[in-house]
């Protein structure tokens, strides 16, 4: 079983930046893709950014050049560093993390921009 661990989530002002971490630990064999999803309220959850096992990744079309996907494989994290954040971006951020037959995914973190 894996277990997730989010953290770097807060409050702060529009065109500010944040770094998300999300540490997994568990029965871990080998991990395949990391990424991060996002939930505004009223909204539903959509893909904000993944990174496969190679390292190649994938953005929302609304956060491309402004957010980074990066994956520490000695340490089964990934990270998500977000810049000139938008008002818009203010989201509860899930991590996921798929191993082969399985997927996890984390409690969430709040991300709050303010106008």
């Known amino acids: 079983q894996v277990q997730l661990v989010e953290s770097g989530g807060g409050l702060v002002q529009a065109g500010g930046s944040l770094r998300l971490s999300c540490a997994a630990s568990?029965?871990?064999?080998?991990?395949?893709?990391m990424g991060w999803y996002r939930q505004a309220p009223g909204k539903q959850r959509e893909l904000v950014a993944v990174?496969?096992?190679?390292?190649?990744?994938n953005y929302a079309d609304s956060v491309k050049g402004r957010f980074t996907i990066s994956r520490d494989n000695a340490k089964n994290t990934v990270f998500l560093e977000m810049n000139s954040l938008k008002p818009e971006d203010t989201a509860v951020y899930y991590c996921?993390?798929?191993?082969?037959?399985?997927?996890?995914w984390g409690k969430g973190t709040l991300v709050t921009v303010s106008s």
């Open positions: 568990g029965s871990i064999f080998s991990i395949d893709a």
């Open positions: 990174i496969a096992n190679g390292g190649s990744t």
């Open positions: 996921l993390v798929t191993t082969p037959g399985s997927a996890t």
